[in-house]
């Protein structure tokens, strides 16, 4: 398969910080790449949705101007948490679509946040 | 009602044993159907697409009932290495965004 690759694994930080996440897909060209986030036995929740070179679609309840999305090119997006807050402590995966392998989606390990 | 939902369980099972997990759906429309397991603290890897007419992959076994609108994870002969929590994911006609359900814990004991 694919491989997507996040940078970083792990990061705490603390209240008001803003943290970058980079989602990579590192052997193939993804026209589309998708947030999630998932809390403590809860499910995938998608954040929104990035396209290369447009403005992504924020699901509704995510804040645009708090989860700020970049894909700028077509092998990186990247994730910025602004002023972070504990309650955004989560694990944060993204996913990268690839057109050339059917469209099958391929995910990144995920990064978990802590925010003290 | 959720779009996609799944007994979270968890599933406690000895070594060799058959298990079953269901998933339901509330559209109508999906179209494509799949199952991926996650591990704790890891992203979620798909483990096998659902076909209409079934499909086997060694001792998993998925299923699709489109009347009732669900889907089954058969596993067969269990592993200590099957723990995991187990997603289903749906995909609506037209659409190339998936709804994943909460996911199944399985424990798979010696």
């Known amino acids: 398969g694919a491989v997507v690759s996040q940078h970083p694994s792990r990061v705490i930080c603390k209240s008001g910080t803003s943290v970058k996440i980079e989602c990579r897909s590192l052997d193939f060209q993804a026209t589309t790449m998708f947030w999630y986030r998932q809390f403590p036995k809860q499910s995938l929740m998608l954040m929104a949705t990035s396209n290369e070179g447009s403005k992504a679609t924020y699901e509704q309840g995510v804040e645009k101007d708090k989860f700020l999305i970049n894909h700028a090119s077509l092998t990186l997006s990247t994730l910025t948490v602004t002023s972070a807050h504990p309650e955004d402590s989560s694990f944060y995966i993204c996913?990268?679509?690839?057109?050339?392998?059917?469209?099958?989606?391929?995910f990144g390990p995920g990064t978990r946040l802590t925010v003290l | 009602r959720k779009e996609v939902e799944q007994d979270p369980g968890p599933f406690n099972v000895p070594e060799g044993a058959t298990v079953a997990f269901n998933c339901t759906y509330s559209?109508?429309?999906?179209?494509?159907f799949f199952w991926y397991r996650q591990d704790c603290r890891k992203e979620p890897k798909l483990l096998m697409s659902v076909y209409s007419s079934g499909n086997e992959d060694g001792r998993f076994t998925a299923q699709l009932n489109r009347a009732s609108q669900y889907i089954s994870l058969l596993i067969r002969d269990s592993k200590l290495s099957d723990s995991a929590t187990y997603l289903c994911?749906?995909?609506?006609?037209?659409?190339?965004?998936?709804?994943f359900g909460r996911g199944t814990s399985l424990i798979v004991h010696p």
């Open positions: 994911v749906v995909k609506s006609g037209g659409s190339y965004i998936p709804t």
């Open positions: 996913s990268a679509r690839a057109l050339d392998r059917g469209g099958e989606q391929f």
């Open positions: 559209n109508s429309a999906s179209q494509s």
